[in-house]
């Protein structure tokens, strides 16, 4: 046997490896993708499906925050207009035009006000919130059981630092509002 004829059977050999090795390597390469393809549609399944579940628990903590937050501001709106009433009651009588028996039967509607309220409050509330309607509703108490004098200035500082501790609980805003009018 020549070398030509050495030449010839092993280019044969190899052409008919490479023929086969060519037909392997591009059903393997389609085996590959094909399977590749279909974990890659598992995975986004499994990933949609946990992302599904994870929007849906953020949906509810977003709800329930929500519905709590809205629980507190409407709290302390009712503190709010028990206090602005019992306010226009203590002017009123001050001036004269409520007097008598009237005037106690809106103070003892005021107290069970007061008292609902700060059940509210305890609900809810932070220690720093309670305190302070603590004072101002104690102070009020004391104008209306005539321990000490109406006096406005009084009042109205103990109003703002419950106000000002509302709006930190609630987030508005952590620096305090003050009184800037001139009564």
């Given amino acids: 046997m020549g070398w030509e004829t050495v030449l010839k059977l092993i280019t044969a050999a190899l052409a008919s490896i490479g023929t086969g090795g060519a037909i392997v390597f591009g059903l393997s390469s389609w085996i590959g993708k094909v399977w590749a393809n279909r974990i890659l549609a598992n995975e986004r399944h499994k990933l949609g499906t946990e992302l599904e579940k994870t929007k849906r628990e953020l949906d509810i903590i977003k709800e329930t925050t929500l519905r709590f937050q809205n629980d507190k501001i409407r709290t302390y709106r009712s503190i709010l207009d028990v206090v602005a009433r019992i306010l226009a009651l203590l002017d009123a009588h001050r ?3 409520l007097q008598g028996q009237e005037a106690g039967a809106r103070f003892d509607e005021f ?3 007061r008292i609902r309220v ?3 409050l305890a609900m ?5 919130v309670m305190d302070a309607n603590d004072k101002l ?3 009020i108490l004391e104008i209306t059981q005539g321990k000490i ?3 406005w200035n009084g009042v109205r500082e103990l109003a703002i630092k419950l106000l000002n501790q509302i709006r930190v609980d609630i987030g508005i805003d ?3 509002i003050e009184y800037r009018g001139r009564l």
């Fill in 95 to 97: 001036m004269g035009r």
């Fill in 111 to 113: 107290n069970e006000q």
């Fill in 118 to 120: 700060y059940g509210y």
């Fill in 124 to 128: 809810i509330a932070p220690q720093e």
């Fill in 137 to 139: 509703m104690d102070y």
């Fill in 149 to 151: 004098e109406y006096n």
């Fill in 174 to 176: 952590k620096n305090p």
